[in-house]
């Protein structure tokens, strides 16, 4: 391989490794907010299927207190019965008395299916509270990671930082100037090998006289479409 393209692919790695490193890095706080989110939901889910359960037995609760008002003012409509000693006022107290023991039952038909309610819930609320355990325990795992994951994706991109600068140091400064340009406007992929006679950079086919030249490694040769640099590994 013609020397300056095999300095050039030994940059270009470096290069694909810093890039990879600072990508990753730019990436965590997203990582991270993802993941706090996700806590933040799970949190909300169970809440949710909680919350349903509490306005339930609070619901329970609301018209077991209107049946005990309404078998009071029942007590009293008796008493009120017994007092009096008019047939009309008697049938009307009776009235009355069986009015409020219809709506007592109605309101005993809708407890009974709030309790229903109830009882459906708990296996949902169970298996809710334990698939929220695993979850929190998932993500507070991930979590954990980021401040580590930071550390080293920092002490690799100083390092690699710190080792491109030598292998720019034999490159033509022509040369390197048209591979920076390459790196950032390709992808990261300035130099790229011919394979069966296509450039994989862009994937056209090369002209027999391109793919001659970069096997003869005499001169450095681009790609006419891309702009890539280009050299061969086939026999």
């Given amino acids: 391989m013609l020397e300056p393209v095999a300095q050039l692919l030994i940059l270009q ?3 694909q490794r810093l890039d990879e490193v600072i990508q990753a890095l730019r990436a965590l706080p997203e990582e991270k907010n ?10 909300r889910k169970l809440a949710s299927i909680y919350s349903k ?4 037995e609070k619901e329970i609760k609301k018209i077991e207190g209107l049946i005990d008002l309404k078998r009071t003012q029942i007590g009293r409509y008796r008493i009120q019965q017994m007092e009096t000693r008019k047939n009309d006022e008697y049938a009307a107290f009776n009235k009355e008395i069986g009015l409020a023991q219809e709506v007592i039952t109605q309101w005993e038909d809708q407890q009974l ?5 109830s009882e459906l819930l708990k296996p949902d609320m169970e298996r809710a509270t334990e698939v929220h355990a695993i979850e929190h325990k998932r993500l507070h795992a991930i979590l954990a ?15 690699l930082q710190e080792a491109r600068p030598p292998l720019t140091l034999p490159i033509d400064e022509e040369i390197l100037d048209r591979y ?5 406007s390709k992808n990261g992929l300035a130099v790229a090998p011919i394979e069966h006679g296509v450039c994989t950079g862009c994937h056209m086919q090369m002209t027999m006289q391109t793919i001659l030249s970069a096997k003869a490694e005499k001169e450095i040769i ?8 280009l050299y061969t590994e086939e026999d």
């Fill in 180 to 184: 920076e340009r390459l790196f950032k």
């Fill in 145 to 159: 990671t980021f401040d580590g994951r930071s550390k080293n994706l920092l002490a690799r991109q100083e390092e």
């Fill in 34 to 43: 993802s993941c706090e989110q996700a806590l933040i939901n799970a949190d």
């Fill in 222 to 229: 681009t790609c006419s479409q891309c702009g890539r640099y």
């Fill in 13 to 15: 790695n470096t290069d």
């Fill in 113 to 117: 299916g709030l309790m229903e309610q």
């Fill in 53 to 56: 359960s509490q306005e339930i």
